[in-house]
């Protein structure tokens, strides 16, 4: 009845790194065998269900389980070409942060400009009229405005006198009217969700970037797994996912079952959420020490 398929020796000499640690998660096919043993059947609350119905709200509870309970951030890295964009990765569904890594290896945020956007530029003529094509508007092979963005020079927040005597002694009222978000000169990124591209500003060009995104976890079938501290959660979101969409059945079994998917979706984002009381404390002790 044990759970382990392969002997320590086999684990540990295994070429597959990709397999070190699955034993934390339960794949879908198992959640859906699971179920239909454990909560479908005569004198159970779900007499009869087909296999299609309990695999859709299992992909369901997926999608949803992925965007703030799963460990699901996926990462990738590259170095900024000349056009200075990035394709979305295949799986995109949001980002969680775009940061450069520099020679040292650590991590700085770039934060993302509101100020511009990569709008569709209509080809004109000399007189300004538009150009059609098959009765559909000629876009430019490149707008104006993403063309003076990736060109343009961004200008050095601190100044030169950034690191002069005078200005450190003297600094009350040395800066202001800075927005927040613009005030470093880490770069600077916006995204084209229409075309599916990044798009960096010209001071990130040759540099590497590192994108932190948020997937589905349905893209392929490896990744439709789930982890065991959330296992329970799932079998609560398909019971209610099948009670709920049933006519005949009672409104107080309904809400019982909604309850309890709430809770065990609370449970399961507590537990994955990995905190650690040692780690906490030595936080707070931090947070006592006089600053002198």
């Known amino acids: 009845m044990g759970l382990l398929n392969q002997n320590q020796q086999t684990y540990y000499n295994s070429s597959n790194s990709a397999n070190y640690g699955d034993y934390q998660f339960t794949s879908l096919t198992d959640i859906i065998n699971g179920f239909m043993v454990a909560y479908v059947g005569e004198s159970k609350l779900i007499s009869k269900v087909s296999r299609t119905d309990v695999q859709f709200h299992g992909m369901r509870a997926i999608q949803e389980f992925s ?5 699901s951030v996926k990462s990738q890295e590259i170095e900024v070409p000349n056009t200075l964009k990035m394709i979305l990765p295949q799986d995109y569904v949001n980002y969680v942060k775009l940061t ?9 945020n770039l934060y993302p400009t509101g100020k511009t956007s990569n709008p569709f530029a209509i080809t004109q003529d ?23 963005y990736k060109s343009h020079t961004p200008i050095d927040l ?29 770069g600077t990124f916006y995204i084209d969700y229409n075309k599916g591209f990044i798009h960096f500003g010209s001071a990130l060009a040759g540099k590497t970037v590192v994108l932190d995104y948020i997937s589905d976890g ?37 809400q019982r079952f909604k309850k309890e998917r709430f809770a065990e979706a609370r449970k399961a984002k507590i537990r994955l959420s990995n905190i650690k009381i040692e780690e906490f404390t030595q936080v707070l002790k931090g947070l006592s020490k006089p600053i002198k």
């Open 100 to 108: 450069t890594s520099g020679n040292d290896g650590i991590k700085r």
């Open 126 to 148: 000399a007189n300004g009229d538009y150009t059609f094509s098959d009765n559909n508007l000629v876009e430019q092979d490149e707008s104006d405005t993403w063309s003076n």
């Open 67 to 71: 965007y703030d309970i799963f460990r």
């Open 218 to 254: 349905l893209g392929t079938d490896d990744e439709m797994v789930v982890h065991k501290f959330a296992e329970e959660a799932v079998y609560k979101w398909i019971a209610y996912g099948i009670i709920s969409s049933r006519s005949n059945m009672p409104e107080y079994i309904v």
């Open 158 to 186: 601190r100044g030169d006198d950034y690191e002069s005597e005078n200005f450190i002694v003297d600094n009350v009222g040395g800066r202001y009217g800075l927005d927040p978000q613009h005030a470093h000169d880490n």
